[in-house]
C-alpha cells in the first residue's frame, strides 16, 4: 500500500480534510490468554506482581491523569479480577502531553498512532511522526512517568539503518513464547523487527514481511489497500487485525508456534457501506476476568461533523461474532460527546491511539477496573496548508471517569 501521504482516501475523506482544516466479573472462556495476568515469562521480562511492587509509582501522573501503577497491580490481582465489560463509557482528557521534538534533519508537524507499554521502570511509546513534506516515519519516546512527559527521550526510529524509509503506526509487545520484543507497523505491507531490549532502539532488526503479498480477498474488497495491523494472541492462535480505509475490517491468523509466519485465512470481520464508519486504527484487547474481547475502530461520519471517534464491539473469542457495544458519535467507546477536558478542549477529534494495558504481552490484556487511552488529537484552529499531513497531530491521555 502506498503511504498516507499519497494513497486516496476517498471522497468521505476529503470531506473530513475539509473539516479539519477549517476549523465490570466472570470466568474465562475456551479463548482466555493463557497467564492473561501478566505473569512473568520464563527468562524473559517479569510482569504482574514484580512490576506492581517494584514501580507502584509508575503511573502517579498528577493533574496528567495517572492511575497510580493500577497496570502493575492488575496483573497482580490474577486473572479472575477485573470490573466485567463496561455498560458505557466516560472519560476525562489531559490537555497535550506528547508533542514532536525536530532537529536538523527531522522537521516535525505530528506525531501520532502511538503503541506504550510499561516496562523495567519506565513508559516506552513508539509513534508515527510526519516531517514536513509529508515524509513519514517513526520515532520512540520514553519517560519515567506522565509528570515527565514535556521532555522525555526522544529517538528518530530512522537513525537505526534498518529502519531508514516509510515506517508506520508502530505496535509493541514481549511475546513471551519467543522472549523477545516485536515492532509491528505498515512499510506498505504489514512487517515487523525484533529486539531483545525495547528500552535499545537500535537493536531493531531489519523489517521482515507477515505475507509474500496483498491477500486475494483485500485485492478485491479492500481495491489493494490494507493499513494499521495490530497483532493479539490467545492461548493456540495469534491474529492480525487491519484495515482498508473503504469500509472494511479484516482478520488473518497464525498459531503461536508459527508466529510470525504463517498467516493466512485472511477474512473479512465487518464490512460499513458508509467507509467512515469502519475506517481505520483498531485495536483489540483481552478484558481481563470477563471471557470477552474488546475491539475499538476509529471512525467518522454526519453525526461526528465528520471529526474522529471510536466505536466498540465485544466478542467471546477473536475469531468469533462481534457484538455492537457502543458504536455512534453520541454513546461511542470515545468521543467529544463522552469526553470532558478539565484543561480546556484542545481537539475536535479522538483518534488513532492505543489503551494502557495490564501488561505488555501478545495477550493485550486491559484491566476494566482502571481504563486509560492514550490517544491523537489536534488543535481544529492550527493553520494548515498541507491537508492530512499538515494536520498538527499530539497526544493526549483519556481516564475513564465512570
Given at each position: ?93 489531559t490537555?497535550?502531553?506528547?508533542s ?61 539503518p ?21 515492532l ?8 515487523y ?92 484487547y ?6 470477552k ?23 467471546d ?86
Amino acid at each position: 500500500m502506498l503511504p498516507r501521504s499519497t494513497r486516496v482516501l476517498g471522497d468521505a475523506v476529503s470531506v473530513l480534510l475539509a473539516v479539519l482544516a477549517a476549523g465490570a466479573c466472570s470466568a474465562g472462556t475456551k479463548d482466555v490468554p493463557a497467564d492473561a495476568s501478566g505473569g512473568a515469562p520464563q527468562d524473559g521480562p517479569a510482569q504482574g506482581a514484580a512490576t506492581s511492587a517494584a514501580d507502584g509509582a509508575r503511573g502517579d501522573a498528577g493533574d496528567t491523569g495517572g492511575r497510580d501503577g493500577a497496570a502493575g497491580a492488575a496483573g497482580d490481582a490474577g486473572a479472575d479480577a477485573g470490573c466485567g465489560v463496561p455498560a458505557s463509557f466516560q472519560w476525562s482528557s489531559t490537555g497535550v502531553i506528547l508533542s514532536p521534538v525536530s532537529d536538523a534533519t527531522h522537521d516535525l508537524v505530528a506525531i501520532k498512532d502511538p503503541s506504550i507499554v510499561y516496562y523495567n521502570g519506565k513508559w516506552h511509546v513508539f509513534v508515527s511522526t510526519v516531517a514536513v513534506g509529508g515524509i513519514y516515519s517513526f520515532a520512540y519516546v520514553s519517560f519515567p512517568d506522565f509528570d515527565h512527559t514535556s521532555s522525555p527521550s526522544f529517538y528518530y526510529l530512522d537513525n537505526n539503518p534498518a529502519l531508514v524509509g516509510y515506517h508506520a503506526a508502530p505496535q509493541i509487545f514481549y511475546f513471551r513464547p519467543q522472549n523477545k520484543w516485536y515492532l509491528v507497523f505498515q512499510s506498505g505491507p504489514p512487517q515487523y523487527s525484533t529486539n531483545a531490549d525495547v528500552g535499545n532502539p537500535g537493536g531493531w532488526t531489519a523489517p521482515a514481511s507477515f505475507f509474500s503479498g496483498v491477500p486475494d480477498i483485500v485485492q478485491e474488497t479492500g481495491q489493494g489497500g490494507w493499513l494499521d495491523f495490530k497483532v493479539i494472541c490467545d492461548s493456540a492462535n495469534c491474529y492480525l487485525f487491519f484495515s482498508d480505509d473503504h469500509g472494511s475490517w479484516y482478520r488473518s491468523q497464525t498459531t503461536i508456534a508459527q508466529f510470525p509466519a504463517g498467516f493466512g485465512n485472511t477474512v473479512v470481520v465487518m464490512h460499513d457501506s458508509n467507509a467512515g464508519r469502519l475506517f481505520e486504527a483498531s485495536n483489540v484487547y483481552y478484558m481481563q476476568g470477563t471471557g470477552k474481547y474488546l475491539a475499538l475502530v476509529e471512525a467518522f461520519d454526519a453525526d461526528s461533523s465528520y471529526h474522529r471517534y471510536y466505536r466498540s464491539w465485544t466478542a467471546d473469542s477473536l475469531d468469533g461474532t462481534w457484538t455492537p457495544l457502543q458504536d455512534s458519535f453520541a454513546a461511542p467507546f470515545a468521543s467529544t460527546a463522552d469526553v470532558t477536558f478539565p484543561g480546556g478542549r484542545w481537539t475536535d477529534d479522538i483518534s488513532h491511539g492505543e489503551m494502557i494495558r495490564a501488561g505488555y504481552d501478545e495477550t493485550m490484556t486491559i484491566d476494566t477496573c482502571h481504563l486509560q487511552y492514550l490517544y491523537q488529537g489536534a488543535d481544529p484552529n492550527a493553520p494548515n496548508d498541507a491537508g492530512y499531513n499538515g494536520i498538527p497531530w499530539r497526544l493526549g491521555l483519556l481516564t475513564k471517569t465512570n
